[in-house]
């Protein structure tokens, strides 16, 4: 034990000796050894006869101790708003004991290429909540999305040109534009992650046996803020429904299904990081997105082109292939914060 520990619990047994209570032993001492708060039980709050009706004020007092304000705030708002919800509904210990099953469910079935937690934040709308929050559209720049869960690290890098997906994965689609900022000047040097399903419905991290990344691939924009790389037309598909969070939909009898898109990560030196995805016209799903991650802005209309030509040119075994356009504009750090700012202040303002 170290010193100032020992000092701590020595402090805490005098005290409990001049004030009659039970004294610390050896459990008390180790806890603070490995870190735990060594909190003056004087100074607390006198917690005790807790209750639906004063149980909430009680643990505003003893967190209020908090010394990271945004945290203190953050906690104060969950507190009251989990105990009202609590007592709003009448929880009952059934109800209470199934949402710690649930959440031990999500949690356990976690893994590098499985996150079940984002997973539930989605299909709850709390991710399309913050990330309009956080990422209020401001055109020209493009607006971002839901981030969900099958994004990896692992991508390949690619140069301009070079196909995301192996061969076979599904009908070709060629993928190029610029990345500008709202001025229309390009952004250069630009990293671009881009990921998709293949024409199963599938990401590759849903393929038992996965090796190496497919589908997926990460590169740059050149000195014009030109990107092009070959992929292929993504389909729609459902939601991870094998775990947890499958069950939950069941139960609430929503369908599990994602229109067709391809996701995008931008990040360049200066601007804020836009996460985002395009999506199909005409796909059956637009309107009814499982994650709540689709934007008019977004969806877009590839060409069919049936030049066989063109498509060896590019670099595919065959024709045809699909072309898709799209550029994306960034907002720099000073417009994205100034936007954010401005956007949650009239968001207050609304409320009140
Ligand atoms: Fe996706």
Known sequence: MSSSTMAETSAIRSRARTTGEIEVGKAVAEAIKNGAPSIDPALLPRLRDLGPLNITENVHAINSMCPNPRQKFVFEKLVTHLHDFTREVSLTTEEWMLAIEFL???????????QEFILLSDI????????????????????????GPFFTQDAADLKAGESIASEGKGEYMWCEGRVLDTQGNPVPNCTIETWETDNEGLYDTQYEGRTVADCRGRLKSDANGYYSYRAVLPTPYPIPNDGPVGRLLKTLNRHVFRPAHLHTMLVAKGYETLITALYFK?????ESDAVFGVKSSLVVEPKLVTDETKAKALGFKHGPYWHLEKDYVLLTLKQADEQKRKSLKNYYSSLK
Request: proline content about 8%.
């Open 282 to 286: 005409g796909d059956q799903f637009l």
């Open 104 to 114: 031990t469910a999500t949690g356990k079935i976690c893994s590098d290429i499985r």
């Open 124 to 147: 709850l709308g709390l991710s399309c909540l913050v990330d309009s929050m956080n990422h209020p559209s401001m055109p020209p720049a493009t607006e971002g999305t839901v981030l």
